[in-house]
């Protein structure tokens, strides 16, 4: 037999705290300073012993790989193959005859990868090629220039751009 049940809320009514007890215990998380370690600025001396417990509360800690900081812009040449009469007519890359000459560093990009079916010769410069992309721009007619540790350009921000004269 199904039992009917009146709703807790309507059961409750006139009870003032409906079964939490103190009104106190059921507030908001701005009665007790925010969730968490919320508060613990400049200011939060109730919380300070549980930030002495924290050893790793202030400053830096752990350590940085020396030369982690390289990061690899990848393209593959499938973008070049779609889009090199696009790019050439912005003027981002140039043409002699039937190949396309590609600086990759000028589009921001520092690796070549090797996943297209090339029908373009390509004379790419780049830092670096992927076996695989090297295999393919030769087998297609194009040409690699791998640009040497001492020629690579460092840059810190991609807005910081160093001109080459």
């Not at 030369?67 to 193959?81: Q, S």
């Not at 002699?96 to 560093?105: L, M, N, P």
Request: net charge positive.
């Amino acid at each position: 037999m199904v039992v009917i049940k009146r709703k807790k809320n309507s059961r409750q009514r006139g009870s003032h705290t409906h079964g939490w007890g103190s009104m106190k215990k059921h507030r908001g998380a701005g009665n007790r300073g925010g969730r968490g370690m919320a508060g613990t600025g400049k200011k939060g001396d109730v919380k300070k012993p549980s930030i002495w417990k924290n050893k790793k509360y202030f400053g830096k800690y752990g350590f940085k790989k020396k030369g982690g900081d390289r990061k690899i812009n990848a393209i593959n040449l499938n973008y070049f193959e779609q889009k090199a009469d696009k790019l050439l007519a912005d003027k981002l890359i140039t043409k002699e005859g039937e190949r396309y000459i590609i600086d990759a560093s000028k589009l921001k990009f520092n690796k070549i990868l090797g996943c297209a079916k090339l029908t373009k010769k390509l004379k790419i410069t780049a830092e670096s090629f992927s076996k695989d992309a090297a295999e393919k721009i030769k087998a297609a007619g194009g040409e690699i220039i791998e640009l040497k540790k001492s020629e690579k350009i460092v840059k810190t921000k991609p807005e910081e751009k160093i001109k080459e004269e």
